[in-house]
């Protein structure tokens, strides 16, 4: 049973940083796909960074440049570092798990079966 318990939001300002995690229990597979999602107000959930059992990374354009997707050796924490947050950033964050994505786009909600609760990250 795949769980993912998400830590690391909160308030910031304006240029400011955060670091996001996402603990990872319940044996994935090899092919695994991990990724973070987010959802402000009002908006639909949308993809952020996604990266693949191999360490391959996608990231969204709003966030390149910005934002670092990563995971520990043992796979077992999901990292997103977030640099020079922005009002546009302000959002519900999720971790997401799925494995044999294959050639689909990692990016999209439509592909993902595990999700976390959501850590909320504000930046005013």
């Known amino acids: 049973h795949v769980q993912l318990v998400e830590s690391g939001g909160g308030s910031v300002q304006a240029g400011g940083d955060l670091k996001l995690s996402c603990a990872v229990s319940g044996g994935l597979t090899w092919d695994r796909y991990m990724a973070w999602f987010r959802q402000a107000p009002g908006k639909e959930r949308e993809g952020v960074a996604a990266?693949?059992?191999?360490?391959?990374?996608t990231y969204a354009d709003s966030v390149k440049g910005r934002f670092y997707i990563s995971q520990d050796v043992a796979k077992t924490t999901l990292l997103l570092r977030m640099f020079r947050l922005t009002s546009e950033d302000t959002a519900m964050y999720y971790c997401?798990?799925?494995?044999?994505?294959?050639?689909?786009?990692?990016?999209?909600?439509?592909?993902?079966?595990?999700w976390g609760q959501g850590t909320q990250v504000t930046v005013s």
């Open positions: 990266i693949d059992s191999g360490g391959g990374v």
């Open positions: 997401a798990a799925t494995y044999g994505l294959g050639t689909r786009d990692p990016l999209s909600t439509l592909h993902y079966q595990y």
